[in-house]
């Protein structure tokens, strides 16, 4: 028999709700409450996530992201800046201990690469791994990922990209040399993709989900259980996302 | 003074220093690390920075001070490494 796992599909969240849900899993998880974790997720309003030791300030155009409605967040894990909008952000929440998660960080980004992979494959959208962080379609940039450990438990989580707006990207982040935005902006455009990209038609987010959860049991041979956040879990995240992610001083920290 | 540096770490991330630099003395007051690299533990690149003040502005001596605190906290660095850090950091130098 497969070992079961649970699966959140926890839709639409504030940055601040869905950074918050997915601390308070790895520390109910690392309590050994709740089983290992996938989750299921997407942002609104549309939001920055910026890597923990990112400079918000240095990463973020804080006026355009307030005149467009867009929230920033400050994620525990490293990484760089990411817009989120039209995309399904996956997280997985496991213990270290656990045999089927390497040991070594980077062999586990490529395993838990692995399960995106397998899911895309599923939509018929064929990637690779590009180590340190990203997954590839055709020489492009379709999923970014990051990942962080504490209390003995891993916490990955990472984007798969439905589709992209690099130009509204870059009207929120803020780029080195304003001189050569133009030509930054041409090329991620050339380094960037979509599953609409590469299929060449819209893609809902119920399709990926669909994809994605199969692409992790495989990968992971295991069976996910749809299942809820518990009332612990609801509770610490209410309490993170309060104390922590919605305030200035975790987000303007670096 | 206010110094700072971006330095794309070779096969690896996007660096940047900024330092408070005591020119007369070659000594660093204070320092932030950041940039897109990841650490484990994340904590730890608090750690770094409260270790390198008063560091002398030294390419041997950086280098010595950051591999011994890597060593000694057990810090995990993926797209950044102790040279990378060292050349970021003489790179804020006037």
Known sequence: ?254 | MRFQSTYKVPQGKLLKISIEFDEKNNVIRDIRITGDFFAYPEEAIELMEKKLRNTVMEKERLQETISSIITQYHIQFIGLNAEGLTQGILMCKP
């Open chain 1, 1 to 254: 028999m497969k070992e079961q796992w649970r699966l959140l599909q926890t839709g639409s969240g504030t940055a601040f709700t869905n950074m918050a849900v997915d601390q308070a899993v790895l520390v109910v998880n690392s309590q050994g409450k709740v089983p290992p974790t996938v989750r299921f997720y997407g942002w609104a309003p549309p939001a920055i996530s910026i890597g923990y030791f990112q400079s918000l300030v240095d990463e973020v155009d804080i006026g355009a992201c307030e005149r467009l409605g867009v929230n920033y967040v400050r994620r525990i894990t490293g990484g760089g800046a990411v817009f989120h909008e039209n995309e399904l952000t996956y997280s997985i929440v496991v213990p270290e201990s656990h045999p089927e998660v390497p040991k070594n960080i980077l062999k586990s980004y490529a395993r838990i690469c692995g399960a995106v992979m397998k899911g895309l494959r599923q939509l018929g959208v064929e990637s690779e791994y590009a180590p340190i962080n990203d997954i590839i379609s055709n020489g492009q940039k379709i999923s970014g990922n990051a990942q962080t450990r504490k209390v003995e438990t891993v916490l990955q989580h990472g984007t798969v990209l439905m589709d992209v707006d690099v130009d509204k990207m870059f009207s929120l982040l803020k780029v080195p040399n304003e001189k050569i935005k133009d030509k930054l902006i041409a090329d991620v455009k050339q380094r960037v993709t979509s599953i609409r990209n590469i299929l060449g038609k819209e893609i809902r987010f119920k399709e990926v989900a669909e994809a994605m959860k199969m692409g992790f049991e495989r990968e992971f041979r295991i069976e996910l259980i749809e299942g809820k956040l518990s009332k612990e879990e609801m509770a610490l995240a209410k309490k993170f996302e309060k104390e922590c992610f919605s305030i200035k001083d975790w987000n303007y920290r670096r």
